[in-house]
Nanobody, 118 residues
Framework: QVQVVESGGGLVQPGGSQRLSCVVSRFAFARYIMSWYRQAPGKERELVAGFTSADGSANYADSVKGRFTISRDNVKNTVYLQMNSLKPEDTAVYYC???????????WGQGTQVTVSS
């Protein structure tokens, strides 16, 4: 079983920055395709940033392109989401997803709340 734990959320001022972390308790972390989603109240969960493969390039939602950066550290079994120039519209619960390249479904973390407000 894969355990996914997000952290790093909190209250951030507009224009500020925040880095989210997602730790995956799986030895074969390097073979997992990692991505970040978010869900605002009353909205559907949407893909924010994700790798195209376990070792591929990253894709970003148009709304965050140029502001967010996804990265991974295979030694620490951690994926990060660096969020810069935050806007109130970025307020949401952010979820990490880990999916093995051979699997149809991934594993979800419990989410971490990011609130952008002055």
């Amino acid at each position: 079983q894969v355990q996914v734990v997000e952290s790093g959320g909190g209250l951030v001022q507009p224009g500020g920055s925040q880095r989210l972390s997602c730790v995956v308790s799986r030895f074969a972390f390097a073979r997992y395709i990692m991505s970040w989603y978010r869900q605002a109240p009353g909205k559907e969960r949407e893909l924010v940033a994700g790798f195209t493969s376990a070792d591929g390039s990253a894709n970003y939602a148009d709304s965050v392109k140029g502001r967010f950066t996804i990265s991974r550290d295979n030694v620490k079994n951690t994926v990060y989401l660096q969020m810069n120039s935050l806007k109130p519209e970025d307020t949401a619960v952010y979820y990490c997803n880990a999916r093995a390249s051979w699997a149809a479904y991934g594993y979800w973390g419990q989410g971490t709340q990011v609130t952008v407000s002055s």
